[in-house]
């Protein structure tokens, strides 16, 4: 749970930091894989994926989220030797260089890898399938570490095979809620919750979920929004290539502040340490938005 703490707003506890809420943080996305929908192959290589990375913390990443398995939809698990293999080369220089200057985030669902990540510090496992396996949340609760609990429908391979929902708000809502209470049973010290753009929902469940993430603050924990680049973009702005998908994700991400979502989760973190500063001065000391 997120505590009241003085003039500088909620506070997140990352392992030894802490992370003001009271400005919107930015968690940039650096993908050590082949088969990323919007960056496949680019950073697959340690030395690129670490150049990315630094260069992503010059922009003014408050978190990087390092993966290594792609969850697109149509992708398939890989093992976690070989996610490791492409894991460990990133994130221990990292740790040891720039451990300092930021909080490392590891996009994983194997409790094995996340068992290695935080064996070395890593104070935040980000898990897309919202911790659904015990081992997983008994290894970060072990650690009494913290998560992200992503919502999604099914599994990357099939979810995007007509999913439907009754009420894909409150469907969300209270599925997060139960696997947040779940964790704090296994011991993780902090959750975060995001309820998982593009994973097993269509067009309007995406928009639904975007445009009531208010909705979620109920719930007492943070709020993540991952909109960066996604297929949902492309289809309202009519741009098949991930790369073309800025200006929608611009949007996406100054409305999703708006509806107070406290991180975002994106590939372009300049564009979306601009769109902080200019929400946040739109937003005004009184804190009113509105479309
Ligand atoms: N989206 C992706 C991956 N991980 N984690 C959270 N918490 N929220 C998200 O919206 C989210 C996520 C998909 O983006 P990306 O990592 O760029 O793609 P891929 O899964 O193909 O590597």
């Given at each position: 749970?997120i505590?009241?703490?003085?003039?500088?707003?909620?506070i997140l506890?990352l392992?030894?930091k802490?992370l003001?809420?009271?400005?919107?943080l930015?968690?940039?996305?650096?993908?050590?894989?082949?088969?990323s929908f919007s960056?496949?192959?680019?950073?697959?290589?340690?030395a690129?994926?670490l150049?990315?990375?630094?260069r992503l913390?010059?922009k003014?990443?408050?978190?990087?989220?390092l993966?290594?398995?792609?969850?697109?939809?149509?992708?398939?698990?890989?093992?976690?030797?070989?996610?490791?293999?492409?894991?460990?080369?990133?994130l221990?220089?990292l740790l040891?260089?720039?451990?300092g200057?930021t909080v490392?985030?590891?996009?994983?669902?194997?409790?094995e890898?996340a068992?290695?990540a935080?064996r070395?510090g890593v104070?935040?496992?980000?898990?897309?399938?919202?911790?659904?396996?015990?081992?997983?949340?008994?290894?970060?609760g072990?650690?009494?570490a913290a998560?992200l609990?992503?919502?999604?429908r099914g599994?990357?391979?099939?979810?995007q095979?007509?999913?439907?929902?009754g009420?894909?708000?409150g469907?969300?809502?209270?599925?997060?809620?139960?696997?947040?209470?779940?964790?704090a049973?296994s011991?993780?010290r902090?959750?975060?919750?995001?309820p998982?753009?593009?994973?097993g929902?269509?067009?309007?469940?995406n928009?639904a979920?975007?445009?009531n993430?208010?909705d979620?603050?109920?719930?007492?924990h943070?709020?993540c929004l991952g909109?960066?680049r996604k297929?949902?973009?492309?289809?309202i702005?009519g741009?098949?290539?991930?790369?073309d998908r800025?200006e929608?994700?611009?949007?996406?991400?100054?409305?999703?502040?708006?509806?107070?979502?406290?991180i975002?989760?994106?590939?372009?973190?300049?564009?979306?340490?601009?769109?902080?500063?200019?929400?946040e001065?739109?937003?005004g000391?009184?804190g009113?938005?509105s479309f």
């Amino acid at each position: 749970m997120i505590a009241p703490h003085g003039d500088a707003g909620p506070i997140l506890h990352l392992g030894g930091k802490f992370l003001s809420l009271a400005r919107p943080l930015i968690m940039g996305v650096v993908n050590i894989t082949p088969d990323s929908f919007s960056d496949g192959g680019r950073f697959f290589e340690p030395a690129a994926a670490l150049q990315h990375a630094r260069r992503l913390l010059d922009k003014g990443a408050d978190i990087l989220d390092l993966g290594a398995e792609s969850a697109r939809p149509g992708s398939a698990r890989i093992t976690a030797e070989e996610e490791l293999r492409r894991l460990l080369p990133v994130l221990e220089p990292l740790l040891e260089k720039e451990g300092g200057r930021t909080v490392l985030s590891v996009d994983t669902s194997s409790p094995e890898v996340a068992e290695a990540a935080l064996r070395r510090g890593v104070p935040l496992i980000n898990d897309v399938r919202g911790l659904r396996d015990p081992d997983l949340r008994d290894v970060i609760g072990g650690f009494k570490a913290a998560a992200l609990i992503m919502h999604m429908r099914g599994e990357p391979d099939t979810m995007q095979d007509d999913p439907r929902y009754g009420d894909v708000v409150g469907e969300v809502k209270a599925h997060l809620a139960r696997q947040a209470e779940r964790a704090a049973a296994s011991g993780v010290r902090e959750v975060i919750i995001d309820p998982g753009i593009g994973f097993g929902k269509t067009l309007a469940h995406n928009l639904a979920l975007i445009r009531n993430l208010s909705d979620f603050r109920d719930l007492g924990h943070p709020v993540c929004l991952g909109v960066s680049r996604k297929a949902f973009i492309g289809e309202i702005t009519g741009a098949p290539d991930a790369r073309d998908r800025l200006e929608g994700t611009i949007v996406a991400n100054a409305f999703g502040l708006g509806a107070g979502a406290d991180i975002l989760r994106v590939h372009d973190v300049q564009a979306a340490v601009r769109t902080v500063k200019m929400v946040e001065a739109l937003r005004g000391p009184e804190g009113k938005i509105s479309f």
